[in-house]
């Protein structure tokens, strides 16, 4: 199943975003260029990174040390007329190489409305309405380093490459929310979930972006995660309740409708297999002066069948968040749970991470994560079945 190669269709589209984003810039009514870059000194677990091919379930691993570069994008939004926005994000994303990556690309039109409904249309390479963690610059949350299982994977699978439709109705009380979406080019989501499992990773693929599965020492699997595969159109639907007391409701099922049986031939004869993936997510946020909570769960499954033969893999994750903003404080911990079956897979983490905010432009986290995972399948790269460790982060992050 390794690969290689970036979807062209989906790397003209973000080029020509890009470049009409740029040509606005005389006329438009609000151009904005959002930017940030970090690194961190890490103290890794002993198992190796999945990031490196192993078996970890963390984005450091092997017992590494020291300074590492994490992240650095570019954000550029357009507002030509009131009613259409545009966006780009393009990423340098650093794993076992360092790659340029765009997570997002879409243009939204939405009418001016002065009356109590009000729609809007998006178009493009998008992420679903999922995360209720990672809504600061460049999908990166503003809680933790490392988000949730459920939003790893989103950042790593999980895309819309389509387009949706959105009503709200703006009440008293609140704002009701309703839409959905056809989508393609995800028909691969669900197989890094079924060959490695979960992880814990701020890391943010997209277009330009290369997964790795489990591999032995040396090997380099690696596949394109926005491959398509099949001609198959996706689809996703959602509804949110988002109150003036200060919570909110928010529900998505998602089917990417996938031909478990397609595949396409990559480097060296291997076979790159579409996943038939439905899940449903479900979460709150809770906010009360300075306190947030945050809950959120995913079940679902993922199933492939080459040469006839079916393999189901069932998942489902679920979190609890806290936090406390205060000024240029912001505490928070997080504890988690997540599963897997065929092949069997359970673990939880616990994450505890405190910001600091001196300026508007510098962030400063320290995080801990401590992970304590049984996944049987690992015995057949060589390591032990059972594995935990933890992971400590001390990152500097500047904003533009």
């Known amino acids: 199943m390794a690969g290689a190669g970036v979807t062209p269709v989906l790397r003209r589209c973000a080029v020509a975003l890009l470049a009409g984003i740029a040509a606005s810039t005389g006329t438009a009514q609000d151009v904005k260029l959002h930017a940030f870059a970090d690194a961190r000194l890490v103290d890794a677990p002993a198992p190796r990174s999945f990031v490196d091919g192993g078996s970890g379930h963390t984005r450091y691993g092997d017992d590494a040390r020291g300074v590492r570069f994490g992240a650095a994008g570019l954000v550029?939004?357009?507002?030509?007329?009131?009613?259409?926005?545009?966006?780009?994000?393009?990423?340098?994303?650093?794993?076992?190489?360092?790659?340029?990556?765009?997570?997002?690309?879409?243009?939204?039109?939405?009418?001016?409305?002065?009356g109590a409904w009000r729609g809007s249309a998006k178009a493009g390479l998008y992420f679903l309405p999922i995360s209720l963690e990672n809504d600061g610059i460049g999908w990166t949350s503003p809680w933790t380093i490392t988000p949730s299982a459920i939003n790893s994977w989103v950042g790593e699978e999980i895309r819309g490459f389509g387009a949706e439709v959105r009503e709200e109705w703006r009440a008293r009380s609140g704002t009701l929310s309703f839409g959905g979406g056809l989508f393609r080019n995800n028909d691969v989501a669900g197989n890094i979930l079924a060959l490695r499992g979960w992880s814990l990773s701020d890391v943010t693929y997209?277009?330009?972006g290369r997964l790795r599965e489990p591999a032995d020492r040396g090997e380099r699997e690696t596949y394109d995660p926005f491959r398509p595969i099949g001609g198959r159109t996706g689809w996703y639907a959602d509804a949110s309740w988002k109150a003036i007391e200060g919570w909110e409701l928010r529900a998505l099922h998602y089917d990417n409708r996938a031909d478990p049986a397609a595949y396409t031939l990559y480097a060296g004869g291997e076979r790159l297999f579409a996943w038939r993936t439905r899940f449903w997510s479900a979460g709150a946020v809770w906010t009360?002066?300075?306190?947030?909570?945050?809950?959120?769960a995913m079940d679902g499954d993922t199933d492939v069948r080459p040469d006839g033969v079916s393999f189901l893999t069932p998942f489902r994750s679920a979190f609890v968040l806290a936090g406390w903003n205060r000024g240029a404080w912001r505490p928070a911990v997080r504890v988690e749970r997540f599963s897997t079956r065929n092949p069997s897979e359970r673990g939880h983490a616990v994450t505890a991470a405190l910001n600091w905010r001196p300026l508007d432009w510098?962030?400063?986290?320290?995080?801990?994560?401590?992970?304590?995972?049984?996944?049987?399948?690992?015995?057949?790269?060589?390591?032990p079945s059972r594995q935990g460790g933890n992971q400590l982060q001390l990152l500097a992050r500047v904003y533009y």
Do not use: C, K, M
């Not at 009360?288 to 959120?296: D, E, K, M, Y």
């Open 206 to 208: 997209g277009i330009g």
């Open 288 to 296: 009360r002066g300075p306190l947030t909570v945050i809950a959120q």
């Open 76 to 114: 550029v939004t357009a507002q030509p007329t009131p009613s259409l926005f545009a966006l780009v994000d393009v990423q340098l994303q650093r794993t076992d190489r360092t790659d340029l990556q765009v997570p997002e690309a879409y243009v939204r039109y939405r009418p001016v409305s002065t």
């Open 362 to 383: 510098l962030r400063l986290t320290a995080e801990w994560l401590h992970v304590d995972v049984n996944r049987d399948a690992s015995a057949v790269f060589g390591d």
